[in-house]
C-alpha cells in the first residue's frame, strides 16, 4: 500500500514507481511535487507524453528515435555519409552527441549479443547494418560499443559480419579518462593504458 | 543540448529532468524506457496525470490531498476525532499511515517556520489548526514535525498557539530508531536516547 482509498494516485504513484531508476519514495516525491500545481506541471507533463508516443519514431535507416523516419541525422547533408559509428542504444548515441565531436553517421544495434550466449544476433540491427555497408558507400565503421565484456563480445561480431566487405573498421580509443586519478582506477584501464601507451 | 533537431522529445526530457531528485541523465534514461512502448507505457502514464490533475483536491479540513474534500480520512466515521497529528507535509502523512498505527485525524501544515524568520506564519495552516482546536472537540495534538531546528521551531510555535485552549499537546518520542546502531547515531540522537531513557 502506498496510500490509501485514493486510487487514482495510487495509481500514478505505482506507475511512476516502475519507471528506471526509480521507487516507491521516489515516485511519491515526484507526484506530491506535480500536486502542487496541478495546471502548470502535471497536465503539461501529460501532454507533452501524449505528443511524444504520437510522433516519436524508430528510424529505419540507423535505428535511432525522432520524429522523422529516417531520422534528423541520417537525413542531415553537412554529416559525412561515409563514416558510420556503431552504438548499442539511443543512450550511446545521444551520449555522442552532446560531446558534439562526431559529425557522421550512426547506426544503433539495439543491445548486445551476451557473452555466455542466449541473446540471438537476429535480435540486434546487424543485418541493417551489413545491408548499409553492402552498398559501398561507407569507408570507416568505428565501432563505439561499450567497453564491457558483451560490447567487446558484440565488437568481434561486427568484425566478422563486416570482413567480406571493404571497409576500414576502427574502435573507440580504451584508457584513462580526461580528469580520471590513477589511483581510482582499476587494473584493468590501469594495464590498457599502459599497454597503450603513445609518444607525448 | 540534451538532444538534438527533436523538440517533442528535448521539451519531455526537460520537464522530467526538474522533477525532484531527477536530472538530464535520469531523465533521458526515464524517456528512452517510456519510448519503448508508448502505447503500454507513455500514454497510460498521460492519462493517469491527466486525470490526477483533474480529480485532485487539497482537503478543506485538513490540508491531506484526496479526490474529495474533505478528504477520506477525515470523512472516515471510524477514527477518532479527538486525537489531531500535526504534520508538516503530506508525505508526513503518508509516511505515518504506511505504519498503519495511528487511527486518528491529522493537521497538515505545509511546511515549517524558518528558524531564522523568513517564512511568515501565515502561509501555513496554523489558523485552519486553531479552528479546528477551538470546536473544542479535539482532545489531543500530536506535534509530530520532523526533529529538524526549524520542524522543533515550528512545533514550539503550535505550543504557543494553542496553549489558550484546553487542549493536551504531545510529540512523537525521540530517540534510536528501530534497528539503529549506536555506532551509527549522532551524539545529538544518542544524547537524547541516554536523557529520555525508560523503565526497562
Request: hydrophobic share 40%.
Amino acid at each position: 500500500m502506498i496510500n490509501m482509498n485514493n486510487s487514482t494516485l495510487d495509481k500514478l504513484i505505482s506507475t511512476i514507481a516502475k519507471l528506471p531508476g526509480l521507487g516507491p519514495r521516489s515516485a511519491r516525491r515526484i507526484v506530491l511535487h506535480l500536486i502542487k500545481s496541478p495546471d502548470a506541471l502535471m497536465l503539461p507533463l501529460a501532454e507533452q507524453l501524449t505528443q511524444a508516443a504520437e510522433e516519436i519514431k524508430i528510424c529505419e535507416v540507423c535505428g535511432n528515435v525522432d520524429v522523422v523516419s529516417p531520422c534528423n541525422i541520417c537525413n542531415d547533408e553537412k554529416r559525412d555519409d561515409s563514416i558510420v559509428c556503431v552504438v548499442e542504444t539511443v543512450s550511446d548515441l545521444w551520449a555522442l552527441e552532446r560531446s558534439n565531436f562526431f559529425k557522421g553517421k550512426y547506426h544503433v544495434l539495439g543491445g548486445t549479443l551476451s557473452a555466455l550466449g542466449g541473446r540471438p544476433p537476429e535480435s540486434l540491427n546487424f543485418n541493417s547494418l551489413s545491408t548499409r555497408v553492402a552498398k559501398g558507400a561507407i569507408q570507416e565503421v568505428i565501432i563505439a560499443t561499450n567497453a564491457t565484456l558483451e560490447g567487446q563480445t558484440t565488437g568481434h561480431y561486427i568484425v566478422d559480419l563486416l570482413t567480406p566487405f571493404e571497409v576500414k573498421i576502427t574502435r573507440l580509443a580504451y584508457g584513462i579518462p580526461m580528469g580520471g586519478e590513477l589511483d581510482y582506477m582499476d587494473e584493468g584501464t590501469l594495464n590498457l593504458a599502459l599497454k597503450m601507451r603513445q609518444d607525448f
